[in-house]
């Protein structure tokens, strides 16, 4: 008997997207299916974080279709927020609330979206926050945080909305070369445990190993999809190839 194909967690379909007369995706379909590690790649203002962040709708588009789990996700309304709430989003700058304790950054969600109890909600942070390694940091503020602590509470964050999938938009660009590493450990240990993620990174090494497929993106458009290992030593296109030779004359 055929094997029935599984639903993706997220489907893009023909997806274009213009600021002003800037085409900055064109015609862009890519699946995301459970369990998956997508990494997408490719020299700045190529629209890799436009793309990450149209699949939750915080970038609008032009034309084409989204769906969550084979639902279409609509502009607006209810329904885009309960569809919205299966998706996480970890951003470059953290975007944790100032004048809140880590404790309450983390448990504002499930308290007001989920409707989870405060004594469970809290329970629950205190845990996803030791998983990410900040648990001695919950009662202070961001400000008294290192960037990559923040980062990691940033995780957490999106962990305790129980996300079928986690989007990171370049989460290490804006920290010290010194923690970058302690939040892809995080991110790593995520993708061993079967988190589906998409991830903007500039970070190759770290795609080279947690990616099961690397989409390689240039002027809104995706140029190349495959494994890791398969885009790292052997890419199809002169542009890749271009791409990844200056990193490497980068890293000399």
Do not use: Y
Request: with cysteine; net charge negative.
């Amino acid at each position: 008997m055929a094997k029935m194909e599984q639903t993706p967690v997220i489907e893009l379909r023909h997806i274009d997207k213009h600021f002003g007369s800037l085409h900055v995706l064109k015609d862009i379909s890519l699946k995301v299916n459970k369990g998956e590690v997508v990494v997408i790649i490719g020299p700045s203002g190529s629209g890799k974080s436009t793309l990450c962040r149209t699949i939750n709708r915080l970038e609008t588009i032009d034309s084409g279709e989204i769906l969550i789990h084979g639902e279409i996700l609509p502009e607006e309304g209810k329904k885009l927020a309960q569809l919205r709430s299966e998706v996480g989003m970890v951003f470059q700058s953290f975007n944790l609330f100032a004048h809140r304790t880590i404790l309450d950054n983390v448990t504002m969600g499930p308290i007001e979206v989920l409707h989870t109890p405060k004594k469970q909600a809290r329970e629950e942070a205190l845990k996803l926050l030791k998983r990410v390694g900040v648990e001695n940091q919950a009662e202070k503020v961001p400000a008294q945080l290192s960037g990559g602590q923040q980062q990691r509470v940033a995780i957490a964050r999106s962990l305790a909305m129980q996300p079928k999938v986690i989007l990171f938009d370049e989460p290490t660009s804006a920290l010290d070369p010194e923690m970058i590493g302690e939040v892809l450990d995080v991110m790593t240990e995520l993708a061993g445990d079967g988190m589906t993620m998409v991830i903007v990174t500039h970070e190759m090494n770290f795609a080279g190993r947690v990616a099961d497929r690397i989409i390689f993106m240039d002027q809104g458009s995706i140029l190349e999809e495959n494994t890791p290992e398969e885009f790292f030593t052997s890419p199809k296109t002169q542009r890749a190839r271009d791409f990844l030779n200056t990193l490497k004359e980068r890293d000399k």
